[in-house]
């Protein structure tokens, strides 16, 4: 599915807070984490998450580590804050606002 | 994982990873995190089957166009983006104007400014070597060249450059940029001071700092709410002290050389240094001082934080030894009439202090030593100034209130406010209670508050002290 650029920028911020909620992780483990749960709809350009998550960490909702990796190289591992987890409720309820309404007027005019 | 060790393999990402190194808005840290995605995509791509060059075409498409991604990286981190103001143009068909058009505006702009100075001449306000300056070019000194710089930003952030005629709207915002230099040069000339007069002096120096918020808001244009915009416009008046700092001592070298050369003829050149060097070089290394911070900053590293990183330590030391001379020898601050001022000028400085280690600072790092001594440095000025306040407070009690008092105390209040809930931010900072874009933002949320400040000085102070 081809997506607006706004809607994906705008579902950025709570899709890899919800991510590091579940754990903690790294820029292409969040990635294939967005693929799987979206079933491949939802496609970021790869390079894009980074400077995401450096917002994020600017803002203090991310906390992030260098250590090392299975594979030898040192790794960037972030981690949600409690701040973070503040965003990501916040977040909820607005998208969920948002899904409500769309729900709502889509039902009405589907059963119309 | 075999795959990894093929040669030209690893030769296509040493290329790429130099590629991708020289952008300059991504750091040695952000490449290696993004070199580190690319080697995790090659391996699932190669163990799903794909052949080592197949593989790395893939992951690079998939990594997205760099020019696109630099551009991201540059506004998220535009602490970098200061040193070489490149955000790419955001199409490829906004081409920049062309280096020497801006140098002719800039000369242009010089020159008006270095002319209008000497424009009040021709109506009865003479520049002479022999009088003091006349308080019509105090009062009036900040309108000959801000006006022009605000200009020169409007024209440098002008948008849609290159193919999108004027329309309303930048009518709407050159109008809106010249409103506040209308009005300072109304509250400026409006008021009948005597030719003696505090009030008067205190608008000389209150006006250039509420008008340089105006330069400041044609400087960022809209990005005056958005993140780092106000910090950009901070690193550039520091910068740009610096640079008229410099220009200024050329211009003295420049005037030993006129005045000993004409003398050595037998003549003397003070009206020439005194009515034109002076007053034009003056008004024209602003203009020029800005172009070259706007031009050079790749040039020279940062140098209002250098000093900082060099004068906090010195300034901490000299705050506390004070202190503790003080508490020893147990003699009372002995209040003159310029040490109110004096004390102002300390909160001036620590605040300068605070606010440039901040512009400098990655607001991702941890806190480290420097930070524990900007806290110590704030926590000593606030006691030094506390006890000086407390002398002040009652020479005013006893002599009552004048022009300069209530002013000067004005602004020992609003830098103490700032400095007291800055040094709460640090010590929770410190603790990590608080990250430290809570400082920063404090900081910049605050710079309209001086401006403001000083606006009510020029425009209710005269009439209040009835002038004098």
């Given at each position: 599915m081809d997506m607006k650029k706004d809607l994906v920028a705008a579902s950025a911020t709570p899709l890899v807070l919800a991510i590091l909620a579940e754990g903690d992780s790294y820029g292409y483990a969040i990635i294939?984490?967005?693929?799987?749960?979206?079933?491949?709809?939802?496609?970021?350009?790869?390079?894009?998450?980074?400077?995401?998550?450096?917002?994020?960490?600017?803002?203090?909702?991310v906390a992030a580590k260098w250590s090392a990796s299975e594979n030898g190289r040192r790794r960037k591992y972030y981690r949600i804050t409690r701040e973070g987890r503040a965003q990501l409720a916040a977040q909820r309820r607005q998208w969920q606002v948002v899904d409500g309404t769309l729900r709502g007027i889509w039902t009405r005019t589907c059963t119309a | 994982m075999t795959t990894l060790a093929d040669r030209p393999l690893e030769e296509q990402i040493a290329q790429w990873r130099a590629f991708v190194r020289r952008r300059p808005a991504l750091h040695g840290p952000d490449v290696e995190e993004l070199e580190g995605h690319l080697r995790d995509q090659l391996v699932a791509l190669t163990d799903a089957g794909l052949a080592g060059d197949e593989a790395f075409l893939v992951a690079v498409k998939r990594m997205g166009s760099l020019d696109a991604l630099s551009r991201e990286f540059a506004r998220e981190h535009s602490e970098r983006l200061w040193k070489q103001l490149v955000i790419a143009p955001a199409t490829a068909d906004e081409p920049a104007a062309p280096?020497?058009?801006?140098?002719?505006?800039?000369?242009?702009?010089?020159?008006?400014?270095?002319?209008?100075?000497?424009?009040?001449?021709?109506?009865?306000?003479?520049?002479?070597?022999?009088?003091?300056?006349?308080?019509?070019?105090?009062?009036?000194?900040?309108?000959?060249?801000?006006?022009?710089?605000?200009?020169?930003?409007?024209?440098?952030?002008?948008?849609?450059t290159g193919h999108r005629r004027q329309d309303g709207s930048d009518v709407v915002r050159g109008l809106w940029l010249a409103l506040p230099f209308a009005a300072g040069a109304v509250f400026a000339n409006v008021f009948p001071f005597p030719s003696v007069s505090d009030t008067q002096m205190l608008t000389a120096l209150h006006l250039p700092i509420a008008l340089w918020l105006a330069v400041g808001f044609a400087y960022v244009r809209s990005r005056w709410f958005a993140d780092g915009g106000r910090m950009d416009f901070v690193r550039f008046s520091g910068e740009l002290v610096i640079y008229y700092v410099l220009i200024a001592l050329g211009g003295g070298v420049f005037t030993a050389f006129t005045i000993m050369m004409f003398q050595a003829i037998g003549m003397k050149a003070d009206w020439l240094v005194a009515g034109w060097v002076l007053p034009c070089g003056a008004m024209g290394a602003v203009i020029i001082g800005s172009w070259l911070v706007e031009a050079k900053q790749s040039v020279i590293e940062n140098m209002a934080?250098?000093?900082?990183?060099?004068?906090?330590?010195?300034?901490?030391?000299?705050?506390?030894?004070?202190?503790?001379?003080?508490?020893?020898?147990?003699?009372?601050?002995?209040?003159?009439?310029?040490?109110?001022?004096?004390?102002?000028?300390?909160?001036?400085?620590?605040?300068?202090?605070?606010?440039?280690?901040?512009?400098?600072?990655?607001?991702?790092?941890?806190?480290?030593?420097?930070?524990?001594?900007?806290?110590?440095?704030?926590?000593?000025?606030?006691?030094?100034?506390?006890?000086?306040?407390?002398?002040?407070?009652a020479r005013i009690s006893e002599f009552g209130f004048t022009p300069n008092r209530v002013a000067a105390l004005g602004e020992n209040l609003i830098l103490l406010v700032n400095l007291a809930w800055s040094a709460r931010l640090y010590a929770r900072f410190l603790r990590r209670r608080v990250s430290f874009a809570a400082l920063e933002q404090w900081q910049i949320a605050y710079l309209p508050v001086y401006a403001a400040w000083a606006a009510l000085v020029v425009v209710v102070f005269p009439p209040l002290f009835g002038y004098r």
């Open positions: 294939k984490r967005v693929t799987e749960l979206s079933g491949g709809h939802l496609q970021w350009t790869d390079g894009m998450l980074y400077p995401v998550l450096h917002r994020l960490e600017r803002q203090g909702h | 280096a020497h058009t801006e140098i002719l505006i800039v000369l242009g702009l010089a020159v008006a400014a270095a002319l209008a100075i000497k424009v009040p001449a021709l109506f009865g306000h003479p520049l002479s070597p022999d009088e003091e300056l006349p308080p019509f070019y105090a009062r009036n000194a900040s309108l000959f060249v801000f006006p022009l710089l605000a200009v020169y930003f409007a024209w440098k952030r002008r948008p849609g934080p250098v000093l900082t990183r060099l004068f906090t330590p010195l300034f901490t030391i000299l705050l506390l030894v004070f202190l503790a001379t003080m508490a020893w020898t147990g003699s009372p601050i002995n209040v003159e009439r310029e040490v109110l001022i004096g004390f102002d000028l300390l909160l001036v400085l620590v605040v300068g202090l605070v606010l440039y280690a901040a512009s400098a600072r990655d607001p991702r790092a941890q806190p480290d030593l420097f930070d524990r001594l900007q806290l110590l440095l704030v926590v000593s000025a606030l006691v030094v100034d506390g006890v000086a306040l407390a002398a002040i407070a």
